[in-house]
């Protein structure tokens, strides 16, 4: 029962462009969503958060948009650089201090 | 600031041996997760400490995993005896506290391969 959901393994996009990286929750209870971004052979780093009473955390080329109603978060890069190429997790919790859920992450990949 | 330090960064074994990992946590972090990734997915928490108290081990398979964190700063997680479906990265993570949606750091991984 996965309660973190990212249904798209991979993308693809040129430099300069947009990414759009989707994920989707189950759990009505999470009100704490991260992001993560993870090089090879490195631990995943933070990037960017949102808290349930906003819908929109916007830092620098990174944007996280949340809709509550549907369930489902974004992150968007603009613009998309190739030293953006990584893996990136979103990550949900319900409560403060406690464990992050993490989905299966989706590779980007900026092409120059 | 250093990061969170892990050792080894790399690890094989064969089936049914036992296996240590260690964890040095950012300096004033008393929370400390170990996580497992197996490949292909996310990280998956197995278990919490907070200083040197177990917060949720609700998750880690305690009939062969064992963890610790004495005097509430270097942990350990070891597995005995390992299993085929053990191979994966152990990660260790470090946060300042419980009471507020802090950062959580994480370490380079350990990749354990089980043979």
């Known amino acids: 029962d996965q309660q973190v959901k990212q249904n798209s ?18 759990n009505s209870m999470f009100d704490y969503f991260l992001w993560y971004k993870k090089y090879p052979a490195e631990g995943p780093t933070f990037l960017i958060s949102i808290s349930s009473i906003k819908d929109k955390n916007e830092d620098g080329r990174f944007t996280v948009f949340l809709n509550k109603s549907a369930k489902h978060l974004s992150l968007h890069i603009v613009p998309s650089q190739p030293g953006d190429s990584a893996v990136y997790f979103c990550a949900a919790s319900g409560q403060a201090g406690t ?14 | ?69 004495l005097k509430g700063v270097d942990s350990t997680l070891k597995i005995q005896p390992a299993k085929l479906e053990d191979s994966a990265v152990y990660l260790c993570v470090t946060s300042l506290g419980v009471l507020t949606y802090n950062e959580q750091f994480f370490g380079p991984g350990t990749r354990l391969t089980v043979l």
């Open chain 1, 99 to 112: 464990a992050l859920i993490f989905g299966k992450g989706t590779t980007l990949s900026v092409s120059s």
């Open chain 2, 1 to 69: 600031e250093a990061g969170v330090a892990q050792s080894p960064r790399y690890k094989i074994i064969e089936k049914r041996q036992s296996v240590a990992f260690w964890c040095n946590p950012i300096s004033g972090h008393a929370t400390l997760y170990w996580y497992q990734q197996i490949l292909g997915q996310g990280p998956k928490l197995l278990i919490q400490f907070q200083n040197n108290g177990v917060v949720d081990d609700s998750q880690l398979p305690k009939d062969r995993f064992s963890a610790e964190r």
């Open chain 1, 9 to 26: 393994p991979s993308l693809s996009v040129q430099e300069g462009r947009i990414s759009i990286l989707n994920c989707d929750y189950t």
